[in-house]
């Protein structure tokens, strides 16, 4: 497993949206943006039409969508969230959720979420997405 250093520390901090994107190049692909002890933050890139594992998490979990359109699921919710660039999306601790990339151009959302946590799947409801 590869150490994932985060981009922002106390020497560097500022980043550019657009220069981790064209040296990423196309999905699916994350870069850690910043880690503390307490929050970590990741852009996330997915290709259109592509979805992540229905999973939960002991602490909350929010996003801010920076490029194209999203669906969230969530536990005890039957009503899909759709979201777009600009929307916030916050997933509370212990619901399980689920996110499908919608429209024909890939998403780009920064993830904020405890820097321990990790995708849970020891729940009803919760698994792995089946890949095609």
């Not at 040296?23 to 992540?52: F, H, M």
Request: with cysteine.
């Amino acid at each position: 497993m590869s150490l994932r250093l985060p981009i922002l520390s106390p020497e560097t901090l500022t980043a550019r949206v657009e220069e981790m994107v064209a040296r990423k190049g196309p999905p699916p692909w994350s870069e850690v943006v910043v880690a503390t002890d307490y929050a970590r933050g990741i852009l996330i890139c997915q290709a259109p039409g592509t979805e992540n594992d229905y999973h939960y998490h002991h602490e909350g979990e929010w996003w801010f969508i920076v490029a194209g359109e999203l669906t969230w699921w969530f536990e005890d919710d039957p009503n899909p969230h759709h979201v777009q660039a600009g929307d916030i999306v916050f997933a509370p601790k212990d619901r399980w959720h689920h996110i499908e990339v919608r429209g024909d151009q890939p998403s780009l959302r920064f993830a904020v979420s405890h820097p321990q946590e990790f995708h849970r799947y020891d729940r009803p409801g919760c698994r792995p997405v089946q890949r095609r």
